[in-house]
T-cell receptor
Framework: GDSVTQMEGPVTLSEEAFLTINCTYT??????LFWYVQYPGEGLQLLLK?????DKGSNKGFEATYRKETTSFHLEKGSVQVSDSAVYFC????????????FGQGTRLTINP | SAVISQKPSRDICQRGTSLTIQCQVD?????MFWYRQQPGQSLTLIAT?????????ESGFVIDKFPISRPNLTFSTLTVSNMSPEDSSIYLC??????????????FGPGTRLTVL
């Protein structure tokens, strides 16, 4: 079945550091890919998405490019802030739209001032 | 985007009892989903609930343990039956909604944090 694998956490960085959170996937079809973020004490929010190969999703300074050849969707940000501290989930949907999301295990990110 | 509320926000329950979680959406939606997030784990889809039809359960989840109701296009309930400590999780409701493009998004409620003693 479909699956998503994220890099092991937790990740701790200093403010203004470069961030990469790796995400790879296995899917039978042509999935849509997502990054969700869960800030402390808050619900899950969509951060960015890409619906086809070579698409780049971006939001709030975060970017991720849908790489079909490497089945990856790594999350990057050039300069992180303390407010980026959260848990990040990579996810896929193997159906058109956002139905039946399959999530990775989540990566807890802590940014120190 | 859809605004989703859940009740209760948290509860502590005794083993062997049942809890019903409510999910209310501020707009009419066709598809609603229920997820479980066990402590330190990722989210796992329990079932898909469409109005007017039986819920569709994912592998490992059964209707007797997690009965779902979907009486209209803005409301759903999930019951966690005959609870055990292993059911301690955050339970999240989500909906799929069009965003004006050809692509729909899934929006999540704040979750219900359940602790079973």
């Amino acid at each position: 079945g479909d699956s998503v694998t994220q890099m092991e956490g937790p990740v701790t960085l200093s403010e203004e550091a470069f961030l990469t959170i790796n995400c790879t996937y296995t899917a039978t079809g042509y999935p849509s890919l997502f990054w969700y973020v869960q800030y402390p004490g808050e619900g899950l929010q969509l951060l960015l998405k890409a619906t086809k190969a070579d698409d780049k999703g971006s939001n709030k300074g975060f970017e991720a490019t849908y790489r079909k050849e490497t089945t990856s969707f790594h999350l990057e940000k050039g300069s992180v802030q303390v407010s980026d501290s959260a848990v990040y989930f990579c996810a896929l949907s193997d159906l058109w739209g956002a139905q039946k999301l399959v999530f990775g295990q989540g990566t807890r990110l802590t940014i120190n001032p | 985007s859809a605004v989703i509320s859940q009740k209760p926000s948290r509860d502590i329950c005794q083993r062997g009892t049942s809890l019903t979680i409510q999910c209310q959406v501020d707009s009419q939606v066709t598809m609603m989903f229920w997820y479980r997030q066990q402590p330190g784990q990722s989210l796992t889809l329990i079932a898909t609930a469409n109005q007017g039809s039986e819920a569709t359960y994912e592998s490992g989840f059964v209707i007797d343990k997690f009965p779902i109701s979907r009486p209209n296009l803005t409301f759903s309930t999930l019951t966690v039956s005959n609870m055990s400590p292993e059911d301690s999780s955050i339970y999240l409701c989500s909906v799929e909604e069009g965003t004006g493009s050809s692509y729909n998004e899934q929006f999540f409620g704040p979750g219900t944090r359940l602790t079973v003693l």
